[in-house]
């Protein structure tokens, strides 16, 4: 399994402001899954995250809104940019469990709630 | 029609009791396949994996039908603990996209 750290674990930000998003991961790994989970529904896939290439982005989602780093195999960040109050959401971090020794399920941070006023 | 498809529920069941969930999904490539359990304001952690032959754990047993393109949860004698949101997940056919159904909620009561 893989253990996940994320922080901020919530916020409450002003709009129009960005908040940046970290995950760090205990192990490395080569793709990272940034997912949004807005309040009672399930989750949408933001972006995949991988190291030395851009981040590919799922439909809806565009880099200048939801910039991604991802610098080395072990962590990643997710910016939220000139925020609205549309994207008080729960966001997390993923990645996918090695195949050889595991079901390739996913494992999950803890999350990181966003409020937005 | 969206990728994979579940009852929100609320599934509203007393403690003991055999409870059923339901999942379809769209896209016959699709090859893996998984329920996850999402307790309220926590992330989903898997709960099983699921396979073609079907697979059981403790009072938990998971099926998935490829022909009617569904998968099941059964949960046995149910506990309060079980209380919780059940997420099916499909991993896209040809590719590593997990698709999350929207979950159906269970509550089991005393």
């Known amino acids: 399994s893989a253990v996940i750290s994320q922080k901020p674990s919530r916020d409450i930000c002003q709009r129009g402001t960005s908040l940046t998003i970290q995950c760090q991961v205990d192990?490395?790994?080569?793709?990272m899954f940034w997912y949004r989970q807005q309040p009672g529904q399930s989750l949408t896939l933001i972006a995949t995250?991988?190291?030395?290439?851009?981040?590919?982005?799922e439909s809806g989602f565009v880099i200048d809104k939801f910039p991604i780093s991802r610098p080395n195999l072990t962590f990643s960040t997710l910016t939220v940019s000139n925020m609205s109050p549309e994207d008080s959401s729960i966001y997390l971090c993923?990645?996918?469990?090695?195949?050889?020794?595991?079901?390739?399920?996913?494992?999950f941070g803890e999350g990181s709630r966003l409020t937005v006023l | 029609r969206k990728e994979v498809e579940q009852d929100p529920g609320p599934f509203n069941v007393p403690e003991g009791a055999t409870v059923a969930f339901n999942c379809t999904y769209s896209?016959?490539?699709?090859?893996?396949f998984f329920w996850y359990r999402q307790d309220c304001r926590k992330e989903p952690k898997l709960l099983m994996s699921v396979y073609s032959s079907g697979n059981e754990d403790g009072r938990f047993t998971a099926q998935l039908n490829r022909a009617s393109q569904y998968i099941s949860l059964l949960i046995r004698d149910s506990k309060l603990s079980d209380s919780a949101t059940y997420l099916c997940?499909?991993?896209?056919?040809?590719?590593?996209?997990?698709?999350f159904g929207t979950g159906t909620r269970l509550k089991v009561l005393a």
């Open positions: 995250a991988n190291q030395g290439s851009e981040a590919t982005y």
């Open positions: 997940v499909v991993t896209s056919g040809g590719t590593y996209k997990y698709i």
């Open positions: 896209n016959s490539a699709s090859q893996s």
């Open positions: 993923s990645v996918e469990g090695d195949r050889e020794t595991t079901t390739g399920e996913l494992f």
């Open positions: 192990s490395q790994v080569t793709m």
